[in-house]
């Protein structure tokens, strides 16, 4: 199974490879007209000959190219509605989006191209759009294709949960109503199966699937007979031996068929091999390709010092240096971000690190160095160090997830909606500004959303530095690309449409829409994929007692009637008390034990009604239309107060 939701962020790859990841005839089939035709750009590119395509041509491949994408999103759309794969109607919307945006990228170069054909940049912008499509048409038809994959591994499923039903069955009346199931759940993996197999481009997979296939409907008649004489004849051993390895066979067919239509080669990046690269050991945007890649550098330091019996050469002292460089750039971009006092606290661990790398680099003269038993001061303080390198990754993930709570909170309102709002005025006002007068008005909300993005941005990047490899921490690294890729974009295209807001010019505003649109998803992707990857008790936790400490601090402007204050405060509690809120809600969500659920659903609306009384108290007291009581103030905050910190409590202990 080819996983595209993964890397719906990931930077547009050549024709070449993209075509080389398909596996079935269908999607091949849909891909090669377009492929043809973004190659054809290609080398007219390669061929400077552009310039002798005439803009009518080129507007008009455009403007056919951007509605069969149209066309194309709006049947993924459809099927999003009524489909019930919760992974598909995650995943189809973002590659619509993806494709859509990339249709109208096309549309609007050969607009510029209009104007100016003789620039290169506008060329290059075509070719790059019209490669983007590719890849976005690519991914849509993937997203259709994961879904198929997992309606036959269901059906599998299916085949063996009906499978244990017939070897469970005592009675012939028992034993016909499960084999019965057990028939049609085969005939609706037969079903899927075979029409998967005639898709399939590869003649292994479709050889696996046939052989596999082949030995089910072999075992179906020697299962029913097998199962028979058991009941007949419960003291039969061979009775029971010949359903037993018949049971094994059909299990292990059901599992060949899993893996044969999910051993497609990955779309996802692999992971990449740091400990061979001693050279390079900065953390940038570009290069974040694997999660976990601050444990993996502490876990090269262990590796490297766990066994010192034998003797510890000048290369391992380069490597050393190199994962502790590595380690540094981490500590270095964390604390830049952090508060203060938790920017001090990793840092004050990072120094005890260095100073017990000299004491132990001190150790390391000319003469190999081995730790043994008669050196018990290396062995000291190579597990001092050990020890360090611990408590560092502990706090790191400390100061992480406190920036998850702050940073990631459920947001008032929302930093690109003011950016947006500005082209919703009448098209004659909006044309009428200079550029200067527009740079005025967009600037300020621009700057806004600009630090909130990279806000963003930085709070995931520091949560996939601990994270596990997995397909969530992978994910997360491709929404935050995604993000990455939209923030720039936004302003130009702002001030486009508010330039060009006419129906000239619908592309623009619609471009513009495209990238609000794709942005608020992505954040809600990200921000989702971040709760999964944290640990939900921890979460709510470590909430709770920064919640504490902004009580205290809502009192203490009660009492000097800093009403400003107490309402920004109020409102950053409420916030995270929500973020609890949606987190436990997506656990509710996901169970199937319907006591669990009920049980999390009261709590729940405990805490939501404590955050509503804590608001109507806090409006209460900021109501300048009434005779204020600061007694009668402080012991309604209080009382607020406690009873929003039992609710938290009390969800927490509920998990």
């Known amino acids: 199974m080819v996983t595209v939701a993964m890397e719906m962020g990931g930077t547009a790859e050549s024709p070449e490879k993209l075509m080389a990841k398909v596996q079935t005839k269908a999607i091949r089939g849909a891909l090669e007209p377009i492929h043809h035709e973004v190659m054809k750009l290609v080398q007219v590119r390669e061929d400077d000959g552009l310039l002798s395509h005439t803009c009518d041509q080129l507007s008009a491949s455009a403007n056919n190219v951007m509605l069969a994408a149209d066309d194309l999103v709006q049947i993924g759309q459809n099927n999003t509605m009524v489909s019930a794969d919760q992974v598909f109607c995650t995943d189809m919307p973002n590659a619509c989006q993806l494709l859509a945006m990339s249709a109208r990228n096309l549309v609007l170069a050969t607009q510029q191209h209009e104007m100016d054909q003789k620039s290169k940049s506008v060329v290059e912008a075509i070719v790059t759009a019209a490669n983007d499509i590719l890849s976005g048409t690519c991914k849509v038809l993937l997203v259709a294709d994961e879904a198929e994959v997992r309606k036959i591994i269901k059906a599998c499923h299916w085949v063996i949960d009906r499978t244990m039903a017939v070897e469970l069955a005592t009675t012939p009346e028992s034993l016909l109503a499960v084999f019965k199931a057990f028939i049609d759940a085969l005939s609706l993996l037969k079903t899927l199966v075979d029409k998967r197999q005639a898709d399939l481009i590869s003649k292994e997979h479709q050889d696996h699937l046939r052989s596999s296939m082949n030995l089910l409907e072999k075992a179906v008649n020697i299962l029913n007979t097998a199962s028979q004489t058991v009941i007949s004849y419960p003291s039969s051993k061979q009775a029971k031996n010949t359903r037993e390895t018949t049971v094994n066979q059909i299990l292990e067919a059901v599992t060949n068929i899993i893996n044969t239509v999910q051993d497609i080669p990955s779309i996802r990046t692999t992971e990449s091999n740091r400990g061979s690269q001693h050279g390079s050991f900065s953390v940038s945007d570009s290069d974040v390709k694997t999660p976990g890649y601050l444990i993996a550098a502490v876990n090269n330091i262990k590796q490297l010092l766990s066994d010192m019996s034998s003797p510890f050469t000048e290369r391992d002292q380069s490597d050393l240096n190199g994962y502790l460089c590595e380690i540094q750039h981490y500590v270095q971009e964390l604390s830049k971000s952090?508060?203060?006092?938790?920017?001090?606290?990793?840092?004050?661990?990072?120094?005890?690190?260095?100073?017990?790398?000299?004491?132990?680099?001190?150790?390391?003269?000319?003469?190999?160095?081995?730790?043994?038993?008669?050196?018990?001061?290396?062995?000291?303080?190579?597990?001092?160090?050990?020890?360090?390198?611990?408590?560092?990754?502990?706090?790191?993930?400390?100061?992480?997830?406190?920036?998850?709570?702050?940073?990631?909170?459920?947001?008032?309102?929302?930093?690109?909606?003011?950016?947006?709002?500005?082209?919703?005025?009448?098209?004659?006002?909006?044309?009428?500004?200079?550029?200067?007068?527009?740079?005025?008005m967009i600037d300020p909300y621009v700057e806004e959303f600009t630090d909130y993005?990279?806000?963003?941005?930085?709070?995931?990047?520091?949560?996939?530095?601990?994270?596990?490899?997995?397909?969530?921490?992978?994910m997360?690294?491709?929404?935050?690309?995604?993000?990455?890729?939209?923030?720039?974009?936004?302003?130009?295209?702002?001030?486009?449409?508010?330039?060009?807001?006419d129906?000239?010019?619908?592309?623009?505003?619609?471009?513009?829409?495209?990238?609000?649109?794709?942005?608020?998803?992505?954040?809600?992707?990200?921000?989702?994929?971040?709760?999964?990857?944290l640990d939900a008790g921890l979460f709510i936790q470590t909430t709770e007692s920064i919640v504490k400490d902004d009580l205290e601090r809502m009192k203490l402007t009660v009492s000097k009637q800093d009403h400003d204050r107490l309402t920004e405060v109020s409102r950053t509690v409420c916030c995270k008390c929500q973020r609890v809120i949606q987190l436990t809600k997506r656990i509710v969500d996901q169970s199937c034990d319907p006591i669990y659920r009920n049980g999390l659903l009261v709590?729940?609306?405990?805490?939501?009604?404590?955050?509503?009384?804590?608001?109507?108290?806090?409006?209460?007291?900021?109501?300048?239309?009434?005779?204020h009581n600061d007694t009668e103030d402080e012991q309604g905050l209080n009382q607020r107060s406690s009873e929003l910190l039992k609710a938290l409590w009390v969800l927490h202990k509920g998990l």
Request: net charge neutral; charged share 25%.
């Open 503 to 533: 129906t000239k010019h619908s592309n623009i505003t619609k471009q513009l829409e495209l990238l609000s649109g794709l942005w608020n998803d992505q954040v809600q992707l990200l921000i989702k994929v971040v709760d999964q990857l």
């Open 338 to 440: 952090a508060q203060e006092k938790h920017s001090v606290a990793v840092l004050n661990i990072h120094r005890r690190i260095d100073n017990r790398v000299a004491e132990l680099f001190d150790y390391f003269t000319d003469t190999v160095i081995v730790a043994d038993d008669n050196n018990k001061p290396l062995l000291s303080c190579i597990s001092l160090l050990l020890s360090e390198l611990d408590e560092l990754t502990e706090k790191y993930k400390d100061v992480v997830l406190y920036m998850v709570i702050v940073n990631l909170g459920v947001e008032a309102r929302n930093p690109l909606e003011p950016l947006v709002n500005i082209i919703r005025k009448p098209s004659k006002e909006s044309t009428s500004f200079t550029d200067a007068q527009l740079s005025s």
């Open 453 to 474: 993005s990279q806000m963003l941005t930085k709070t995931a990047l520091f949560v996939v530095a601990t994270a596990e490899y997995n397909k969530l921490s992978t």
């Open 476 to 501: 997360l690294i491709d929404t935050r690309q995604v993000l990455l890729t939209v923030e720039p974009k936004v302003q130009p295209a702002v001030v486009a449409a508010a330039k060009h807001g």
């Open 603 to 627: 709590y729940i609306n405990q805490l939501d009604k404590a955050v509503s009384s804590m608001k109507t108290t806090v409006y209460r007291i900021c109501d300048c239309s009434r005779t």
